[in-house]
Nanobody, 113 residues
């Protein structure tokens, strides 16, 4: 299984971005998928996860970020709104959450003040 994350970039505070993570190599659409992020000099932290029936969020992003999936495309998305400078990090997708056996390469999000 390979995970390809995309959609990162530079955005001003208050702006929005949508990250995508496409899974290939015969992933099972029943698996839960997750998003994590790692800011410079800090540990990697859980952000959100999605199963086929439920979503889970870290308190730090609840109400601002939305995770969704398109099983036909084997893709999970992370819609990020009201971005803050402290959201600046490399964002990673994982499969299957919470075991997190596979990780995407990460996509950099930079939020300017």
């Amino acid at each position: 299984v390979q995970l390809q994350a995309s959609g990162g970039g530079l955005v001003q505070a208050g702006g929005s971005l949508r990250l995508s993570c496409a899974a290939s190599g015969r992933p099972n659409s029943n698996y839960a998928m997750g998003w994590f992020r790692q800011a410079p000099g800090k540990e990697r932290n859980f952000l959100a996860a999605i199963t086929n029936g439920n979503t889970y969020y870290a308190d730090s992003v609840k109400g601002r970020f939305t995770i969704s999936r398109d099983n036909a495309k084997n893709t999970v998305y992370l819609q990020m709104n009201s971005l803050k400078p402290e959201d600046t990090a490399v964002y990673y997708c994982t499969l299957p959450w919470p075991r997190n056996d596979y990780w995407g390469q990460g996509t950099l999000v930079t939020v300017s003040s």
